[in-house]
């Protein structure tokens, strides 16, 4: 509610603080009528259990929740709310909560009943499981059957359900310690959510194999149960919680590399206001300026135009991105845009091109869209346009390339995007997502080895949905799964994830970055009706302009005590060597190590260059 909120996360609305709740060792919090970071003896158990409902373009309803109780004891808590969803035709949801915790159990229940019939594409639990230390680990999974599977979770990222059929789940905490989560009411599968780079594996209910979206009948209630069992033989009775108020050291690693190029993303919907501000676009001195072209948009030569005129006053590389339409041939189609290109005087150094098509997802069980095959698509780029490198992959994210696997030798370069609130858009899942960067990387190079690798443009805001009809609209500024726009973009928390984000994809070998344009919904100043002043820098302005300075630099990796809360790394170019830090957390952060002549404070969402000690 204060200059100082709007300034860090672009709005005046701060999310209210979760309530914690404590049961002997086991601890959560309350956000929101859902319970978040789930640990026993200080270590974090379960991401999450959330009961939750999304319409049928896969968004999540905001339930309205009323008569909740809170009771708290030395050994015990419990919870009792009723939650109240709207649907768009005036259909309503009514769900009973109770949420009972004790030293070595969880339990929450939910009943939820519709007067009205409902529509949904799912309702029930999601249940999360962390990613750090749990991937690759063994798990023990129970089968509706009965059947019991000792097994592992995935360690490279699963396109599709590594556990289908679950009744149980159980995984080692720390030494002597496992938790079995439990879940009663219908069958339930697991997906590797890192695919869509949140940081968890998420056990959900309804197997995507049914059809969706589905209706709950009339007065029909629908029950379920989610248990979490502590089973802890250490003989140790004491036990302290981890606490993150201490200093966080920073030591220099071996691991080492050269910084990518930096791009940035032009629409043609974008394109007279880039090139109005082209003196900020010299500024920045982007190595790459990323093209988008839609045919299927109405895009056309005077997109090409715009993109030719915007061309003569950048310095660097271009590539064009292509959503071919595939309603003709590929080849004539490709055609038809080089005799554009030609006729606009535009030659970009790169295409980049994926089936319009492609940018929806296809999930488990459903069937794949009719589209011509990929090497057809990329014969009729090389054809078309000769002498230029061929770049495939995905216009839309990891999800898709992990589950359509582009020809590798049939490209120059491979592509993908990601964006950070397809599930969820809290201020933690957010900054959560950076987590899973490292596991995505490694994945496309587990896939595609030392093909030349791009990601981007990847912004906090979606500038396209996969998985539904269409992106939502946020008016009103609040913090939405899959909105077009986000406040947070016009902030410092922005400032702060794409700082985080170019530390976690150092080790990838990435031959070019993108992390927004620079205007519109994306860029790095506001526009005409944004709530800063028009034309006004943006904070994340200044990450974009630092990383682009330190294109082909080298870098060297800092060891972080606390990742999640403040990441860092050095570069060294002909200026010297200088430490780069950034504070992920909304508190203010305490740092030290070999590298720092002296403690620093940081304050929140703050990123800072420092030299390194002698």
């Given at each position: 509610m204060?200059?100082?909120?709007?300034q860090l996360?672009?709005?005046?609305?701060?999310?209210?603080?979760?309530i914690?709740?404590?049961?002997?060792?086991?601890?959560?919090?309350?956000?929101?009528?859902?319970?978040?970071?789930?640990?026993?003896?200080?270590?974090?158990?379960?991401?999450?259990?959330?009961?939750?409902?999304?319409?049928?373009?896969?968004?999540?309803?905001?339930?309205?929740?009323?008569?909740?109780?809170?009771?708290?004891?030395?050994?015990?808590?419990?919870?009792?709310?009723?939650?109240?969803?709207?649907?768009?035709?005036?259909?309503?949801?009514?769900?009973?909560?109770?949420?009972?915790?004790?030293?070595?159990?969880?339990?929450?229940?939910?009943?939820?009943?519709?007067?009205?019939?409902?529509?949904?594409?799912?309702?029930?639990?999601?249940?999360?499981?962390?990613?750090?230390?749990?991937?690759?680990?063994?798990?023990?999974?129970?089968?509706?059957?009965?059947?019991?599977?000792?097994?592992r979770?995935?360690?490279?990222?699963?396109?599709?359900?590594?556990?289908?059929?679950?009744?149980?789940?159980?995984?080692?905490?720390?030494?002597?310690?496992?938790?079995?989560?439990?879940?009663?009411?219908?069958?339930?599968?697991?997906?590797?959510?890192?695919n869509?780079?949140?940081?968890?594996?998420?056990?959900?209910?309804?197997?995507?194999?049914?059809?969706?979206?589905?209706?709950?009948?009339?007065?029909?209630?629908?029950r379920?149960k989610?248990?979490?069992?502590?089973?802890?033989?250490?003989?140790?009775?004491?036990?302290?919680?981890?606490?993150?108020?201490?200093v966080?050291?920073?030591?220099?690693?071996?691991?080492?590399?050269?910084?990518?190029?930096?791009?940035?993303?032009?629409?043609?919907?974008?394109?007279?206001?880039?090139?109005?501000?082209?003196?900020?676009?010299?500024?920045?001195?982007?190595?790459?300026?990323?093209?988008?072209?839609?045919?299927?948009?109405?895009?056309?030569?005077?997109?090409?135009?715009?993109?030719?005129?915007?061309?003569?006053?950048?310095?660097?590389?271009?590539?064009?991105?292509?959503?071919?339409?595939?309603?003709?041939?590929?080849?004539?189609?490709?055609?038809?845009?080089?005799r554009?290109?030609?006729?606009?005087?535009?030659?970009?150094?790169?295409?980049?091109?994926?089936?319009?098509?492609?940018?929806?997802?296809?999930?488990?069980?459903?069937k794949w869209?009719?589209?011509?095959?990929?090497?057809?698509?990329?014969?009729?780029?090389r054809a078309?346009?000769p002498g230029i490198?061929?770049?495939?992959?995905?216009?839309?994210?990891?999800?898709?390339?992990?589950?359509?696997?582009?020809?590798?030798?049939?490209?120059?370069f491979?592509?993908?995007?990601?964006?950070?609130?397809?599930?969820?858009?809290?201020?933690?899942?957010?900054?959560?997502?950076?987590?899973?960067?490292?596991?995505?990387?490694?994945?496309v190079?587990?896939?595609?080895?030392?093909?030349?690798?791009?990601?981007?443009?990847?912004?906090?805001?979606?500038?396209?949905?996969?998985?539904?009809?269409?992106?939502?609209?946020?008016?009103?500024?609040?913090?939405?799964?899959?909105?077009?726009?986000?406040?947070?973009?016009?902030?410092?928390?922005?400032?702060?994830?794409a700082?985080?984000?170019?530390?976690?994809?150092?080790?990838a070998?990435?031959?070019?970055?993108?992390?927004?344009?620079?205007?519109?919904?994306?860029?790095?100043?506001?526009?005409?009706?944004?709530?800063?002043?028009?034309?006004?820098?943006?904070?994340?302005?200044?990450?974009?302009?630092?990383l682009?300075?330190?294109?082909?630099?080298?870098?060297?990796?800092?060891?972080?005590s606390?990742?999640?809360?403040?990441?860092?790394?050095?570069?060294?170019?002909?200026?010297?060597?200088?430490?780069?830090?950034?504070?992920?957390?909304?508190?203010?952060?305490?740092v030290?190590?070999?590298?720092?002549?002296?403690?620093?404070?940081?304050?929140?969402?703050?990123?800072?260059?420092?030299?390194?000690?002698?």
């Amino acid at each position: 509610m204060t200059a100082d909120a709007f300034q860090l996360y672009g709005t005046h609305v701060v999310e209210t603080p979760p309530i914690r709740l404590t049961a002997g060792k086991l601890a959560a919090d309350f956000a929101d009528g859902n319970l978040r970071t789930i640990r026993y003896r200080g270590i974090e158990v379960l991401r999450a259990i959330s009961y939750l409902v999304r319409d049928r373009d896969w968004g999540t309803y905001s339930p309205v929740i009323a008569d909740l109780r809170i009771e708290q004891g030395d050994d015990r808590f419990d919870i009792a709310y009723r939650a109240r969803c709207e649907g768009p035709d005036g259909t309503k949801l009514v769900i009973d909560v109770r949420i009972r915790g004790y030293p070595n159990r969880l339990d929450f229940e939910a009943e939820g009943v519709s007067e009205t019939g409902f529509e949904t594409n799912r309702c029930g639990f999601c249940i999360l499981h962390p990613i750090v230390d749990v991937a690759g680990s063994s798990a023990r999974v129970e089968h509706v059957d009965g059947r019991i599977v000792e097994t592992r979770f995935p360690d490279v990222i699963e396109p599709w359900q590594p556990f289908k059929e679950m009744r149980a789940i159980s995984h080692v905490v720390m030494p002597d310690v496992t938790a079995e989560c439990r879940m009663e009411g219908d069958t339930f599968e697991m997906e590797d959510q890192r695919n869509w780079s949140d940081a968890s594996y998420k056990t959900y209910v309804r197997p995507l194999a049914l059809p969706w979206p589905y209706k709950i009948p009339v007065n029909q209630p629908v029950r379920q149960k989610t248990s979490l069992t502590i089973r802890d033989i250490s003989r140790s009775a004491a036990f302290s919680a981890a606490t993150s108020s201490g200093v966080i050291r920073l030591e220099l690693g071996t691991r080492a590399g050269t910084m990518p190029d930096i791009g940035v993303v032009v629409t043609p919907e974008e394109a007279d206001a880039t090139l109005s501000a082209c003196s900020l676009l010299s500024e920045i001195a982007p190595r790459e300026l990323l093209f988008h072209f839609d045919p299927n948009a109405g895009h056309g030569a005077e997109a090409l135009q715009k993109f030719a005129a915007i061309t003569a006053a950048h310095r660097g590389r271009t590539t064009l991105e292509i959503a071919l339409a595939c309603k003709s041939s590929p080849s004539s189609e490709a055609a038809e845009i080089a005799r554009q290109m030609q006729r606009a005087d535009f030659r970009p150094d790169a295409i980049l091109i994926s089936p319009s098509v492609d940018r929806q997802s296809t999930p488990p069980g459903s069937k794949w869209p009719d589209c011509p095959p990929l090497e057809e698509i990329y014969a009729a780029a090389r054809a078309a346009f000769p002498g230029i490198r061929i770049g495939g992959g995905m216009l839309s994210y990891f999800t898709e390339l992990n589950r359509k696997r582009v020809p590798a030798g049939e490209i120059d370069f491979v592509s993908h995007c990601t964006n950070p609130i397809v599930h969820a858009a809290d201020d933690l899942s957010v900054m959560q997502t950076l987590e899973a960067l490292p596991f995505i990387t490694r994945s496309v190079r587990a896939i595609y080895g030392d093909k030349p690798y791009r990601i981007g443009p990847s912004t906090i805001p979606m500038r396209q949905n996969p998985y539904g009809s269409r992106t939502m609209d946020n008016p009103s500024g609040g913090r939405i799964p899959m909105a077009n726009r986000d406040p947070r973009h016009n902030g410092c928390f922005a400032e702060a994830f794409a700082l985080g984000y170019a530390i976690r994809v150092l080790d990838a070998g990435l031959e070019c970055l993108t992390l927004s344009a620079l205007t519109g919904p994306f860029g790095l100043i506001a526009g005409p009706d944004e709530p800063t002043e028009r034309g006004g820098r943006r904070p994340l302005f200044n990450t974009v302009r630092t990383l682009s300075a330190l294109a082909g630099a080298s870098w060297q990796e800092c060891v972080s005590s606390s990742p999640s809360q403040v990441l860092s790394f050095v570069a060294r170019d002909a200026g010297g060597a200088r430490i780069y830090v950034v504070n992920l957390t909304g508190e203010e952060r305490s740092v030290n190590g070999d590298a720092f002549a002296k403690e620093v404070r940081l304050a929140p969402f703050a990123t800072a260059i420092l030299p390194l000690a002698d």
